[in-house]
């Protein structure tokens, strides 16, 4: 199929179009497509002004659509949950910095339940629950996995200097190089991952790092589709990263028309939270530039708890099992309901140990229910060291929405949550504040745990450290930007030694292929219990060399690096490696 002058590809089966039948002779494959940061309202089909989405408003026309359907209000809760059926919090993870956007190694993924189950299963795009043992993708169930560091490309942990376009990506453990644009690396890789895989069933998670804003960048032909709109820059960019999104999906769903797998493929289309461009993500001084910005008259954007924070689009499309048709679902669904749902249409049974807090919505799928029950579901906005009770909350039910325990909302007469009816609903209130306190009392039980970085683990030996993992209550240098600013700020890392022996730690201001100066005159090494050194830097060196004995066992590593004032930096960059063991 070849892309339209316009740059938008309609794929031949949205068209109506027919290639050769498929035999359905195996289990369904699966295909999980998580934008980053498009919102409801970001899809032309959902009203909106300017975006140009053919290829999505298409799929939107065939699938089940999830019209009432939640995640969390940031990235690594929302891919937390949707990695194991359970809330964020309950599985670690509440933050995108701070080592708390760590999937806990006890926790079971849909990944290793889809390999056990005989798949071959891939994610290529963002992450972001761990870039080291045992948290990485490649450990965590994916049999192939390409991926950038962290949350976004040009963070701290992503490979120095990548900026969207002819970037190094991890592959498999391993940096190399790839050429072309992130979005187009992220789908031609799952495209060969398709083909290398249409005789056997496959799960393939792709979750695209576009449109997320930390570095907005999309080639100049797809910000130009934009040209004649009378608005800032950065939207038309993110406008244009969406449409490119748009053509990626439209070339993949032509590619599984072609190969005859599109009748047996489960295909989810979803977003993991409110759009990035609404005017209650930015700071009070830019909200005018914002204001207009379309968001289907919800409030909130992402990383708020109304629902423009939280509630996406979600597109389920499975011919063979009858999920198409362009037909809504009102009822309340969420991210965690993903995984059963999956698991049961597929046939593969739940593990014993595994405990969902989602439901399969394989009835509300295919239409095959009578009745459906009421349910409580509940998102939060934590980004603290430790989660608080009723911050940022909302309480949800088809109808109601309960806001830091103070605001009731009828979402059905009200969507865009603007007049607060808790003084003539107070027993609706009280109701739904009991289901709160039963589910953070079931939820918080290991808030004191912190998820620790392991050194030393013979699966990755050497491992960097980083400033994106600080534990701290503000926020660290999470992304490349913020490194060459060369803040004075400092914090502690979690670790866990898994065995006795002699490490090297090797401080640095920035990776070693930057090959950047050291300022500083003297650095520390402190690790908690075993090791406090001090020792001079080298004028002109890179990185300082610390060798230490450590003990088995969970600790607190932190470094300095002294300038000849006195002030001081962590060293953002620590790569420790475990020389021998004991």
């Not at 990185?543 to 003990?551: A, G, I, P, T």
Request: proline share 6%; glycine share 8%; hydrophobic share 35%.
């Amino acid at each position: 199929m070849k892309i339209l002058k316009s740059l938008i590809a309609v794929p031949f089966a949205l068209l109506g179009l027919t290639t050769y039948a498929q035999v359905d002779t195996q289990k369904p494959n699966v295909i999980v497509i998580v934008t980053d940061d498009q919102g409801y309202g970001d899809i032309a089909s959902h009203g909106h002004p300017h975006v140009i989405t053919p290829n999505m408003d298409r799929l939107r026309d065939i699938s089940v659509r999830l019209e009432n359907f939640h995640v969390d209000p940031t990235c690594a809760p929302t891919r937390a949950s949707l990695m194991t059926g359970r809330y964020s919090a309950r599985v670690g993870v509440w933050h995108t910095v701070i080592g708390r956007n760590l999937l806990r190694e006890d926790e079971t993924t849909i990944a290793e339940v889809f390999r056990e189950a005989g798949y071959r299963t891939g994610i290529f795009g963002k992450w972001h629950l761990g870039d080291s043992y045992p948290y990485a993708a490649r450990f965590r169930g994916f049999d192939e996995a390409i991926v950038h560091g962290a949350g976004g490309v040009g963070q701290t942990p992503d490979y120095w200097g990548n900026d969207y376009f002819e970037d190094h990506y991890n592959d498999n453990g391993v940096w190399r190089p790839f050429q072309g644009y992130c979005t187009n690396v992220w789908f031609n890789e799952a495209l060969s991952f398709i083909n290398e895989n249409k005789d056997h069933p496959f799960f393939l998670y792709l979750p695209t790092n576009a449109a997320h804003q930390t570095r907005p960048h999309v080639s100049e032909r797809y910000k130009d589709l934009y040209k004649d709109v009378n608005t800032n820059d950065p939207l038309k960019i993110f406008w244009g990263m969406i449409t490119n999104i748009d053509d990626n999906l439209g070339v993949m769903m032509d590619r599984l028309e072609h190969w005859g797998l599109l009748n047996n493929t489960i295909l989810i289309f979803m977003g993991d939270n409110g759009t990035c461009m609404g005017s209650n993500f930015w700071p009070k001084n830019e909200k005018g530039e914002w204001s207009d910005h379309y968001n289907n008259g919800m409030q909130g954007a992402k990383g708020s708890h109304y629902d423009g924070g939280h509630r996406v689009f979600g597109y389920v499309y499975y011919p063979a099992a009858g999920i198409e048709g362009g037909r809504d679902i009102d009822h309340l669904t969420a991210h965690i309901d993903m995984m059963p749902t999956l698991m049961e249409l597929c046939n593969i049974p739940k593990p014993a140990h595994v405990e969902f807090d989602g439901t399969s919505l394989v009835p509300l799928l295919t239409d095959k229910y009578k009745t459906w029950p009421e349910r409580t579901l509940f998102v939060h906005n934590q980004r603290v060291v430790d989660p608080i009770k009723w911050k940022q909350t909302s309480v949800m039910t088809d109808r109601w929405r309960l806001i830091d325990s103070t605001l009731l909302y009828d979402i059905k007469k009200d969507p865009g949550q603007q007049n607060n009816i808790i003084e003539d609903h107070p027993e609706v209130a009280d109701k739904l504040r009991s289901e709160y306190n039963l589910w953070w009392d079931d939820i918080s039980q290991r808030f004191h745990e912190t998820t620790p970085l392991y050194i030393g683990a013979d699966q990755q030996n050497p491992v960097q450290l980083n400033a994106h993992d600080w534990i701290m209550n503000d926020l660290p240098p999470w992304n490349q930007p913020h490194i060459l600013e060369r803040p004075k700020s400092n914090g502690p890392w979690r670790v866990r030694v898994t065995e006795a022996g002699r490490y090297a730690f090797i401080l640095r201001e920035r990776p070693e292929i930057a090959g950047f100066p050291l300022t500083a005159t003297s650095a520390r090494l402190y690790i908690e219990y075993m090791v406090d050194e001090l020792k001079p830097v080298v004028q002109g060196a890179t990185e300082v060399h610390f060798e230490v004995e450590l003990e088995a066992g969970d600790t607190e590593v932190k470094t300095w690096l002294i300038e000849k004032d006195g002030t001081s930096r962590g060293a953002y960059f620590v790569e420790v490696n475990r020389l021998s063991n004991e």
